[in-house]
Every structure is written in C-alpha cells, then in structure tokens.
C-alpha cells in the first residue's frame, strides 16, 4: 500500500486581499476549499479568527506543544493586523503550494516578532524587500511526520490434524466341528441245540446284568484373552521459519535552494527534449507523452536530489525501481526505465554528450 504524508504549510501576510489572493490562486491549482484556512481581524471582530472552509478552532491545532514559539509568533502577528493562511499539502503537490504561497509576498512574521521585543516595528514597506527564498524559508512553517514501521513477529498454536480412536464390544458368530461318541446296546437272542453242559447250570443260577448306554454331547466354554494393544502418543518437534514482510518508513530529503528562486525555476526541466526522444524512442508504442513525462520527470528530479548525486544510475537503479513503484504503480519499471535513465542523463550530462557527439 502506497503511504501518504499530509504536510500543512501556514504563511502571513499583510493584509487580507494578498491572502486572499493567495488563497484563490490555491484554488485554482486544485486545492480543496476544505484544505484552505484564513485567519485575521477584521475591524468588526473581536475574536482572532475568521474562517474559510469548515473546520473551526482550526489556529491552535496548526501547533504542536513543541512549536509553542510559532503558535505565539503567528498569533502576535494576527493581532498586528496579519492576515495567516494554512493549507495542507500532499507529496506531489507540496512544492507547488509553497512556490504559490511564496509568489504573493509572504511576510517574515518572526522577524516582526523580534523587532517588537526590541521596541520597533517593521512598516508595511519592510516585509516587502524580503527575498522570495528567504520568505519562503521563515514564512512557511510545515510540520512532517517521521513514520516507522516495526516489524512484531508471535506464534499461535494451530491445529493441523489428529487422530480418534474409538473401541466397541461386538458380536460375531463362529462355528466349530467336534465328534461326538454315542453308545447303544443290542439284544439279540439267538435259538441253539446242545447239550446243558456245568457251565450252563452255573449261568442258570439266578442273576442280574446290566449294561449302561453312553453318549458324547458338546460342552462349550469361552475363555477370553488380549491379543493386542493400541497405543496412542505425541511427538513434539520444533522447526525454525523465517518470516518475510515489508514495513514502511518515512523519508525526508532537504534540498537548499538558492536566494530568489523557486525549486521550478532552478529546475528548468527539459520537456522539449524529452518530447523529441519520445517520438524517437516510443513513437510507435501507441501511447502519448503524457504517458511517459512522469518517467523523464521523475529521472531528472532524482538525478538532481542529493540523496543520488554523484552516484551512478547502475549502483541506485533498484532503490529508484522500488521508488518509482511506490509513486507510479500503475507504470511498470521496465516499461518506463530508459525515459527515466533519459531523464537521468539529461542531469549528469551523459545525453548531452551523447548528442554532441552525433
């Protein structure tokens, strides 16, 4: 996600009409009426605040408990008859709300502030022989935050799987053959003609004999033994896993400007140039200029940033591939990286030799 830094720029002025002025111009560059404020006293008010847009009690929230002085400054030059104007300002069009505050005569309220603990008082004229720069510089107050991201990295138990075991008692039929004996007595008589010899007369002798039948039948019996066991356990293990991520910070990068002039005209950005090497280079692409001027832009204004100059364009090409993402994500680096590395030239001289020695 790309990170956005609101900044608010508040400057003086002498008289309500120059902030006024200011103000409108604001608007017709695409600021919102809503991110506009003007504070003064008029002849007719005795409150010190005097609105434009929506917010109100909006003089003391310009201030942080660290910028105490500057909340007295401003509000000792409202009650001089200045006229204080804020408006917030967004990464891209930061410079051109200060070129424009700059462009309508600011007014050095810290100054002013001085002389009035020294006993004097600078005239209307006085503000006026102020250097635009050196208005620009003590004028404008902008507060801009620094943000850093931490990365925190915990752990959570999650479950990944496991295992129930269930045990029942069932019934299942068996069978089983065995062989039984079973015993049964005959009678038999069987006619005979012989002689009674003694053995018979013994036999004949009163007597009983008994013979008894047996017989085999099942007995069944079960006899009940553990032919097994099921075990269930755990095994802990740990393992080392590298978390990857991305955290945002903030960057500030100050540029000195030099005495009466603004960042617009010390940059004169060649567009003419990069018009001519376009239809070169991308003519037949089937895209517009517009939709490359971002690119030579944005190679130019690095090239002439001190956080890369002196460097060469190989050695700082992935910190501005990653840049450019952040600031232009729907533009693809290597579509648009020769008209940046054109635009980076264009600074260090290299497209300009380039082109004297053709």
């Given at each position: 996600?790309?990170s956005?830094?609101?900044?608010?720029?508040?400057?003086a002025?002498?008289?309500?009409?120059?902030?006024?002025?200011?103000?409108?111009?604001?608007?017709?560059?695409?600021?919102a009426?809503n991110?506009?404020?003007?504070?003064?006293?008029?002849?007719?008010?005795?409150?010190?605040?005097?609105?434009?847009?929506?917010?109100?009690?909006?003089?003391?929230?310009?201030?942080?408990?660290?910028?105490?002085?500057?909340?007295?400054?401003y509000?000792?030059?409202i009650r001089?008859g200045?006229?204080?104007?804020?408006?917030?300002a967004?990464?891209?069009?930061?410079d051109?709300a200060?070129?424009?505050?700059?462009?309508?005569?600011?007014?050095?309220?810290?100054s002013?502030?001085?002389e009035?603990?020294?006993?004097?008082?600078a005239?209307?004229?006085?503000?006026?022989?102020?250097?635009?720069?050196?208005?620009?510089?003590?004028?404008?107050?902008?507060?801009?935050p620094?943000?850093?991201?931490?990365?925190?990295?915990?752990?959570?138990?999650?479950?990944?799987?496991?295992v129930r075991?269930y045990?029942?008692v069932?019934?299942?039929?068996?069978?089983e053959?065995?062989?039984?004996?079973?015993?049964?007595?005959?009678?038999?008589?069987?006619?005979?003609?012989?002689?009674?010899?003694e053995?018979?007369?013994?036999?004949?002798?009163?007597?009983?004999?008994?013979?008894?039948?047996?017989?085999?039948?099942?007995?069944?019996?079960?006899?009940a033994?553990?032919?097994?066991?099921?075990?269930?356990?755990k095994?802990?293990?740990?393992r080392t896993?590298?978390?990857?991520?991305?955290?945002?910070?903030?960057?500030v990068?100050?540029e000195?400007?030099?005495a009466?002039e603004?960042?617009?005209?010390?940059?004169?950005?060649?567009?003419?140039?990069?018009?001519r090497?376009?239809?070169?280079?991308h003519?037949?692409?089937?895209?517009?200029?517009?939709?490359?001027?971002?690119?030579?832009?944005?190679?130019?204004?690095?090239?002439?940033?001190?956080?890369?100059?002196?460097?060469?364009?190989?050695?700082?090409?992935?910190?501005?591939?990653?840049d450019?993402?952040?600031?232009?994500?729907?533009?693809?680096?290597d579509?648009?990286?020769d008209?940046?590395?054109?635009?980076?030239d264009?600074?260090?001289?290299?497209?300009?030799s380039?082109?004297?020695?053709?």
């Amino acid at each position: 996600m790309e990170s956005r830094t609101q900044t608010t720029l508040v400057a003086a002025f002498r008289n309500k009409p120059d902030a006024q002025a200011a103000a409108d111009d604001l608007r017709a560059n695409g600021f919102a009426n809503n991110d506009i404020y003007v504070s003064s006293v008029d002849e007719n008010e005795t409150s010190t605040q005097h609105l434009e847009g929506k917010k109100k009690n909006w003089f003391t929230s310009l201030f942080s408990h660290d910028d105490a002085r500057d909340q007295v400054v401003y509000d000792t030059a409202i009650r001089g008859g200045r006229t204080v104007i804020s408006v917030q300002a967004g990464e891209k069009n930061l410079d051109t709300a200060v070129d424009i505050l700059n462009n309508h005569s600011p007014v050095d309220v810290h100054s002013e502030a001085g002389e009035l603990a020294t006993g004097k008082r600078a005239g209307a004229a006085g503000g006026a022989t102020t250097s635009g720069a050196t208005t620009s510089a003590q004028a404008a107050s902008r507060s801009i935050p620094v943000v850093q991201e931490e990365l925190r990295v915990g752990k959570r138990p999650v479950m990944r799987g496991g295992v129930r075991v269930y045990t029942r008692v069932v019934d299942q039929p068996v069978e089983e053959n065995v062989r039984l004996r079973e015993e049964k007595v005959n009678v038999e008589r069987q006619p005979v003609n012989r002689p009674v010899n003694e053995t018979d007369l013994k036999t004949g002798s009163e007597q009983v004999i008994e013979v008894q039948e047996f017989a085999e039948e099942p007995v069944v019996s079960k006899n009940a033994r553990v032919t097994e066991e099921v075990r269930v356990n755990k095994q802990a293990s740990e393992r080392t896993e590298t978390v990857r991520d991305t955290v945002r910070h903030t960057e500030v990068d100050v540029e000195n400007l030099n005495a009466g002039e603004t960042r617009a005209q010390q940059q004169s950005i060649p567009e003419d140039d990069f018009r001519r090497q376009f239809a070169r280079t991308h003519g037949d692409s089937g895209l517009s200029y517009e939709d490359y001027a971002p690119a030579y832009r944005y190679g130019y204004d690095m090239a002439s940033n001190p956080k890369y100059r002196g460097r060469d364009f190989n050695q700082v090409e992935s910190e501005l591939r990653s840049d450019y993402g952040r600031r232009y994500p729907t533009n693809t680096w290597d579509k648009m990286k020769d008209s940046v590395r054109y635009g980076w030239d264009k600074v260090t001289g290299r497209a300009r030799s380039a082109s004297a020695s053709r």
